[in-house]
């Protein structure tokens, strides 16, 4: 059988796209070699062990965990064979592995970040006390999610949890979280609150949330946020980052929900120390008004005793006018013509006269 026959170019694309068909894509753990960044634009490293070595690339933007000659890492890729007949890897996703290495990585993106003021206090939000809908990214197979939900279940009712499904752990979990966070801030309706939770686990399990476009994600989330990944014991920038930590899922819960037994505890409190400042203030109330009535019934009573009084001396001086009693005291009221030779009447207390005027002479 005669072989095949190629021209370079032809057989370095013909090797690509065999290596595509055969191998869509790798995962390949190795140590960094000769790490440098070129332009400000392309990754360039070697991946090592101790039997070979394969070089790597990359753009700068999909770097989202810092990396020093050293670190140990998995890395998912594509294989390739480049035009000058250079075998590579074009690096998709990286994830630090080996507690070494993650620490390392850990406390770079760390320093990187917190000179930016990602966990800067001034910058985090407080959660709502009573959330009517919330938001929960986990694992919903995970031991972490099943606590979460059992205690936010027995603290506090009438809550709607929209859950996102997730991977947690592994080279593929941070773009899976990032996308769930990207759902629920885009949601017509937000959710009052977005929950980010994971059980306990080893470095090389948490390192996903060390991601550092996760950790912006979260950052720039438009929903308050609460993380609670892994034990007390376990810190992870998107712990940091989150406007409000949480040691464990379990925890996220408590400071998520109130305690509906506390609460009801507190009412009955309240309640009793209102009771008895409701009934002093009452009473002071009826104290009150009884004053008030006390006073308008006396004012009512002065001013009608002025009133009496006043009509008293009205009907006093009425009385004085009375033609009766003048007649009384012995004068006489003369009717008529009042002319010599003219009839007049006259009346007096108890007698009427008829008499001729005889003399008529005016007063000057």
Not at 48 to 58: L, N, P, T, Y
Not at 155 to 179: N, S
Request: charged fraction near 25%; glycine fraction near 6%.
């Amino acid at each position: 059988m005669q072989s095949p026959k190629f021209s370079v170019g032809d057989f370095v694309a013909s090797m690509n796209q065999t290596l595509e068909y055969a191998y869509t894509g790798v995962v390949v753990e190795g140590e960094v070699e000769s790490f440098k960044v070129n332009q400000g634009k392309f990754v360039f490293f070697n991946l090592k062990d101790d039997k070979a070595s394969v070089g790597c690339f990359m753009m700068v933007f999909a770097l989202r965990v810092p990396l020093e000659d050293g670190m140990k890492i998995e890395v998912r890729a594509r294989p390739k064979l480049t035009q000058f007949g250079k075998f590579s890897l074009t690096i998709e996703a990286i994830r630090p592995v080996g507690e070494g290495s993650i620490k390392k990585s850990f406390e770079l993106l760390k320093a990187k970040l917190d000179a930016e003021g990602l966990f800067a206090p001034e910058r985090k939000r407080t959660l709502p006390s009573a959330p009517r809908t919330v938001g929960v990214i986990s694992s919903m197979q995970s031991a972490g999610y099943a606590d979460f939900m059992k205690i936010a279940d027995e603290r506090w009712g009438g809550v709607m949890f929209r859950v996102y499904h997730t991977t947690v752990q592994g080279i593929d979990a941070p773009d899976d979280i990032v996308k769930a966070i990207d759902f629920f801030n885009q949601l017509a309706e937000p959710v009052d609150a977005l929950v980010v939770i994971r059980g306990g686990g080893s470095a090389d399990d948490l390192a996903a949330f060390n991601d550092e476009t996760l950790v912006r994600a979260i950052a720039a989330s438009r929903t308050p946020t609460l993380v609670g990944i892994g034990h007390e014991i376990d810190t992870t920038l998107s712990d940091l980052v989150a406007d409000v930590r949480a040691a464990t899922p379990s925890n996220a819960a408590q400071l998520l929900l109130p305690d509906k037994r506390d609460t009801s505890e507190h009412v009955r409190y309240m309640m009793s120390r209102l009771t008895p400042r409701v009934v002093r203030l009452c009473e002071q109330r009826s104290d009150y008004v009884r004053t008030q009535v006390s006073n308008a019934q006396t004012a009512l009573a002065e001013q009608v005793s002025h009133v009496e009084t006043k009509v008293l001396h009205i009907s006093q001086l009425l009385s004085l006018y009375n033609p009766a009693i003048v007649l009384r005291r012995g004068y006489a009221i003369v009717r008529g013509d009042m002319r010599t030779g003219g009839v007049i009447d006259i009346e007096m207390n108890n007698v009427r006269l008829t008499a001729e005027v005889r003399t008529y002479d005016e007063k000057r």
